[in-house]
Every structure is written in structure tokens, then in C-alpha cells.
């Protein structure tokens, strides 16, 4: 398999080509190598949260000051990890993601100028 530009279709832009190129594949691989653990992490501490609801439910009504008890808490932590997890996202994505899809898209832009 070669690493064909995009312009190299006579037609226009050859979007297979993009897609199979080496760039795009290790843009993809990137992502998914930060996603796919992280969406693993959350939807396990999710899991765990509701069981501990379903279950332990002495565990999770025990106070830890005043009216907070831990299922409070670990409620609270849901939101917490959510907005970690997505200023994480965005801090990953601007500094190894974006460079190389900002790459990719000047040159089909490029590449579309030519067509």
C-alpha cells in the first residue's frame, strides 16, 4: 500500500487515500489510545456508584459531616470526573490531535484548490 496525496485522484480529492494514509491513521489511533481508557475508567466508576446505591446502601447513607453522607459525595464525584475527564479531553486534543488534523485539512484544502 502506498501513502497516496490526496490531490493524486484525477477526480478531485481521493478521500479513501486520506483515510488509509499514515498521518490519519496514527490521528485516529491517538485518539482512541486516550478515549477507550478513559471511557472504561468512567463507566466502571459509574458502575461502582450505582451498585453502591443499589447494594450498600448503609455504606452510602453514612454521614460524613452533618446532612453530606458519601453517596453525596460520590454523587458529586460523577460531575467532578466528568468535567476532569472533558478539560482533559480538550487539553489532549489541543496539544496531539489538532496539529495533525489541522495538517490533514490544509492540504485537501490545498488539494480542493487544485481540483
Known amino acids: 500500500m502506498t501513502d497516496h496525496s490526496p490531490a493524486d485522484s484525477a477526480d478531485g480529492i481521493d478521500y479513501i487515500a486520506v483515510e488509509e494514509s499514515e498521518r490519519f491513521r496514527t ?10 481508557p478513559l471511557a472504561a475508567f468512567f463507566l466502571i466508576w459509574y458502575f461502582v456508584y450505582v451498585l453502591l446505591g443499589a447494594f ?23 460531575f467532578v470526573t466528568t468535567f ?32
Not at 455504606?59 to 452533618?66: L, N, P, S, T, Y
Not at 476532569?84 to 485537501?108: H, Q, S
Request: proline share 2%.
Open 27 to 36: 490521528l485516529k489511533r491517538t485518539q482512541r489510545s486516550f478515549i477507550f
Open 56 to 78: 450498600a446502601t448503609d455504606f452510602m447513607a453514612q454521614r460524613v459531616w452533618g446532612d453530606i453522607t458519601v453517596g453525596l459525595l460520590l454523587g458529586l464525584g460523577q
Open 84 to 115: 476532569a475527564i472533558t478539560m482533559g479531553y480538550v487539553a489532549f486534543a489541543n496539544r496531539k490531535l489538532d496539529p495533525i488534523a489541522t495538517e490533514i485539512r490544509e492540504e485537501l484544502e490545498k488539494a480542493q484548490g487544485h481540483a
